[in-house]
């Protein structure tokens, strides 16, 4: 994105400040022609009372413009601070509000994301995303653009200031000021790429970081603290030697840079005095062009260090308006319609395959299968058959490739997504619980559920024993925070949380794994006298679950191996028999 595009973003953005963004900009003007006070009126002053041909005269009998004229000095110095002060406040003010509402519409945006959006960036380059990059946009509103304006404009009137008073003057300095120009210029073609280098080491931090905190049992486990420790100093020091780098390049610019500012007053001092000598410049003003060199000087002098920020807001946010821009591919339909109250739950694949985009090869295969409404559909198969991918498909985080999957006799894609999604209880295979209560977990889907119903779902997952144990029963804090639980205690109240929305479709991705066959059978026995029909679809590897099944699907390398009842498949002597026979602790040979 072109960079004047980038400023048309943050103003787009700047909604309902933008009227006092501009009463900033003026403010900013306005403080800048003010500087040019303290030295037209010493100028004034000078000529007049100390140094001109009536001076004299006019300290005598002029008192009170003199008077006059300290005063408006000080009341000019006095209303400048005021200036200053307040528009400061004002960028101030417009930064933070925009930096709202882009934090408040980058979130949002990351909601409605896809899988695709989270397998493709990782948790510590988004969260730089979110924090360092927006600081640097926010910077850029409140301080870099106030520093161009403020240099331009302090240049601007100077300079003209400077060529009504003597123009052969003022044009012998305004001379050198292209020489700078040059500088800064190949000074930002060589700080750009380091700025966007800069902005990676940082989000690569980051991600280390992240990474670590969140693998801190793996670390421990395996006694690697070293190896982690080492392995974030590489990235540090690479992220510091990046940033030296990049302080580096402005660093041999910076003499040139201050050679041409500095030689301003020595211009003004030599060709100034030849032109006081001569009778071309009054003393006056000869003391304002040298009170005021510095209002050209430095400006230039600043323009490195604004053109450095700059190419920080560039690199920030390119990386910012990529995800701004980024729009889920799987959507609503155009056509999209309303869930008539509740879905009957009668799912039909026909001939689905599905491939991940960035997978040389399909990991579904032609899938074909009809659940009806109530009834258990198991999934079994080994390991990375592609059992996940498939209930995936079910509420539309990822799209089939080919085939085409009906639910109530109707393509998933005519629902609408969030509606579709609100009528399917899924308990994924990796348990992820909020740092919040039991209670709070179990109600995530729907929190206007009763605390009776949080506990009868509890204990349709067999949960509400060990939850009731605990000190705080349903009050108790779980999750990063909270009281660690068991791995089949998470699954558990995950499956509670999946219940509690009353699915039509209930999906649970072995999520009985880690229970014992006990608790096993309690939750078979839950989830077969719910208060609510839905049809279920298990992912498991035990015949204890999957043998009461109304259909059993066996899948190899993404196809549907073998499909029947329990019964059926034992009598066909394949894959299940094997497993039932293994599971039974009969040798198959
Ligand atoms: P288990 O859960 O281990 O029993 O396996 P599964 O049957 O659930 O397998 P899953 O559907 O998760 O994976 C099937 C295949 O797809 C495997 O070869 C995975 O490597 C691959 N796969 C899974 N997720 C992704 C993904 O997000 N991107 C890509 N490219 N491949 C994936
Ligand atoms: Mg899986």
């Not at 103003?11 to 700047?14: A, G, H, I, T, V």
């Not at 319609?337 to 009957?344: H, S």
């Not at 497993?579 to 040979?589: H, K, M, R, T």
């Given at each position: 994105?072109?960079?004047?595009?980038?400023?048309?973003?943050l103003?787009?953005?700047?909604e309902?400040?933008?009227?006092?963004?501009?009463?900033?900009?003026?403010?900013?003007?306005?403080?800048?022609?003010?500087?040019?006070?303290?030295?037209?009126?010493?100028?004034?002053?000078?000529?007049?009372?100390?140094?001109?041909?009536?001076?004299?005269?006019?300290?005598?009998?002029?008192?009170?413009?003199?008077?006059?004229?300290?005063?408006?000095?000080?009341?000019?110095?006095?209303?400048?601070?005021?200036?200053v002060?307040v528009?400061?406040?004002?960028?101030?003010?417009?930064?933070?509000?925009?930096?709202?509402?882009?934090?408040?519409?980058?979130?949002?945006?990351m909601?409605?994301?896809?899988?695709?959006?989270?397998?493709?960036?990782?948790?510590?380059?988004?969260?730089?995303?979110?924090?360092?990059?927006?600081?640097?946009?926010?910077?850029?509103?409140?301080?870099?653009?106030?520093?161009?304006?403020?240099?331009?404009?302090?240049?601007?009137?100077?300079m003209?200031?400077?060529?009504?008073?003597?123009?052969?003057?003022?044009?012998?300095?305004?001379?050198?000021?292209?020489?700078?120009?040059?500088?800064?210029?190949?000074?930002?073609?060589?700080?750009?790429?380091?700025?966007?280098?800069?902005?990676?080491?940082?989000?690569?931090?980051?991600?280390?970081?992240?990474?670590?905190?969140?693998?801190?049992?793996?670390?421990?486990?395996?006694?690697?603290?070293?190896?982690?420790?080492?392995?974030?100093?590489?990235?540090?020091?690479?992220?510091?030697?990046?940033?030296?780098?990049?302080?580096?390049?402005?660093?041999?610019?910076?003499?040139?840079?201050?050679?041409?500012?500095?030689?301003?007053?020595?211009?003004?001092?030599?060709?100034?005095?030849?032109?006081?000598?001569?009778?071309?410049?009054?003393?006056?003003?000869?003391?304002?062009?040298?009170?005021?060199?510095?209002?050209?000087?430095?400006?230039?002098?600043?323009?490195?260090?604004?053109?450095?920020?700059?190419?920080?807001?560039?690199?920030?946010?390119?990386?910012?308006?990529?995800?701004?821009?980024?729009?889920?591919?799987?959507?609503?339909?155009p056509?999209?319609?309303?869930?008539?109250?509740?879905?009957?739950?009668?799912?039909?694949?026909?001939?689905v395959?599905?491939?991940?985009?960035?997978?040389?090869?399909?990991?579904?295969?032609?899938?074909?299968?009809?659940?009806?409404?109530?009834?258990?559909?198991?999934?079994?198969?080994?390991?990375?058959?592609?059992?996940?991918?498939?209930?995936?498909?079910?509420?539309?985080f990822?799209?089939?490739v080919?085939?085409?999957?009906?639910?109530d006799?109707?393509?998933?894609?005519?629902?609408?997504?969030?509606?579709?999604?609100?009528?399917?209880?899924?308990?994924t295979?990796d348990?992820?619980?909020?740092?919040?209560?039991?209670?709070?977990?179990?109600?995530?889907?729907?929190?206007?559920?009763?605390?009776?119903?949080?506990?009868?779902?509890a204990?349709?997952?067999?949960?509400?024993?060990?939850?009731?144990?605990?000190?705080?029963?349903?009050?108790?804090?779980?999750?990063?925070r909270g009281?660690?639980?068991?791995?089949?205690?998470?699954?558990?109240?995950?499956?509670?949380?999946?219940?509690?929305?009353?699915?039509?479709?209930l999906?649970?991705?072995?999520?009985?794994?880690?229970?014992?066959?006990?608790?096993?059978?309690?939750?078979?026995?839950?989830?077969?006298?719910?208060?609510?029909?839905?049809?279920?679809?298990?992912?498991?590897?035990?015949?204890?679950?999957?043998?009461?099944?109304?259909?059993?699907?066996?899948?190899?390398?993404?196809?549907?191996?073998?499909?029947?009842?329990?019964?059926?498949?034992?009598?066909?002597?394949?894959?299940?028999?094997d497993?039932?026979?293994?599971?039974?602790?009969?040798?198959?040979?």
């Open positions: 994105m072109e960079k004047n595009n980038k400023i048309r973003w103003w787009e953005n700047m309902g400040y933008r009227g006092l963004y501009v009463v900033g900009i003026f403010g900013t003007l306005l403080y800048n022609v003010l500087h040019l006070t303290v030295p037209h009126i010493t100028q004034v002053i000078l000529d007049m009372f100390l140094s001109g041909e009536n001076a004299a005269y006019n300290l005598q009998n002029r008192r009170n413009l003199f008077y006059g004229l300290i005063l408006a000095m000080v009341g000019l110095t006095i209303f400048r601070s005021v200036v002060y528009d400061c406040m004002i960028y101030e003010k417009v930064s933070q509000a925009t930096l709202f509402n882009i934090r408040n519409y980058l979130y949002n945006k909601q409605r994301q896809d899988m695709k959006f989270y397998s493709f960036y990782r948790t510590g380059d988004l969260m730089t995303r979110l924090t360092g990059d927006l600081d640097a946009i926010r910077h850029m509103i409140a301080w870099v653009i106030r520093m161009i304006i403020e240099s331009f404009a302090m240049f601007g009137v100077t003209t200031y400077f060529f009504f008073m003597n123009w052969k003057l003022a044009l012998t300095l305004v001379m050198i000021a292209p020489c700078i120009f040059v500088v800064i210029i190949l000074f930002k073609r060589k700080v750009a790429p380091k700025h966007r280098k800069l902005r990676e080491k940082f989000a690569l931090l980051n991600t280390v970081v992240q990474e670590n905190i969140s693998g801190n049992r793996v670390v421990k486990a395996f006694a690697r603290e070293d190896y982690e420790i080492e392995k974030f100093n590489e990235c540090n020091v690479d992220y510091s030697n990046t940033n030296k780098e990049t302080a580096f390049t402005w660093l041999r610019f910076f003499p040139i840079v201050e050679t041409f500012a500095n030689l301003m007053p020595v211009a003004l001092l030599a060709i100034g005095g030849l032109f006081l000598i001569e009778g071309e410049l009054t003393f006056g003003q000869y003391a304002a062009f040298s009170g005021l060199i510095w209002a050209i000087a430095n400006p230039m002098r600043n323009l490195g260090n604004i053109m450095n920020e700059f190419q920080r807001f560039d690199a920030a946010s390119a990386k910012v308006l990529e995800l701004y821009y980024t729009e889920p591919e799987i959507v609503d339909s056509d999209a319609r309303d869930i008539d109250g509740r879905l009957k739950g009668k799912i039909e694949f026909k001939n395959s599905f491939k991940y985009e960035d997978a040389y090869v399909p990991v579904l295969h032609d899938i074909t299968f009809t659940a009806n409404p109530g009834d258990t559909i198991a999934i079994m198969g080994e390991t990375g058959c592609g059992k996940t991918s498939l209930i995936q498909l079910i509420p539309r990822y799209e089939p080919s085939g085409s999957i009906l639910i006799g109707e393509d998933i894609k005519s629902w609408k997504l969030t509606q579709l999604r609100k009528n399917i209880g899924l308990a295979q348990v992820l619980l909020y740092s919040d209560t039991i209670d709070g977990n179990i109600s995530y889907g729907n929190s206007n559920i009763s605390e009776e119903d949080v506990k009868k779902f204990k349709y997952s067999a949960a509400d024993d060990f939850i009731s144990k605990m000190p705080e029963g349903y009050d108790t804090i779980v999750g990063e009281v660690g639980l068991s791995g089949g205690q998470k699954q558990r109240i995950s499956l509670a949380r999946a219940l509690a929305i009353k699915p039509s479709i999906i649970l991705d072995d999520t009985t794994s880690a229970v014992d066959l006990e608790t096993e059978k309690t939750i078979q026995d839950g989830l077969n006298n719910l208060d609510f029909e839905c049809t279920k679809i298990i992912i498991a590897q035990r015949i204890s679950t999957t043998k009461n099944a109304d259909k059993i699907i066996v899948l190899e390398d993404g196809r549907i191996k073998e499909m029947g009842t329990h019964e059926e498949l034992i009598a066909r002597h394949g894959y299940y028999y497993v039932v026979q293994l599971q039974n602790g009969n040798e198959v040979i």
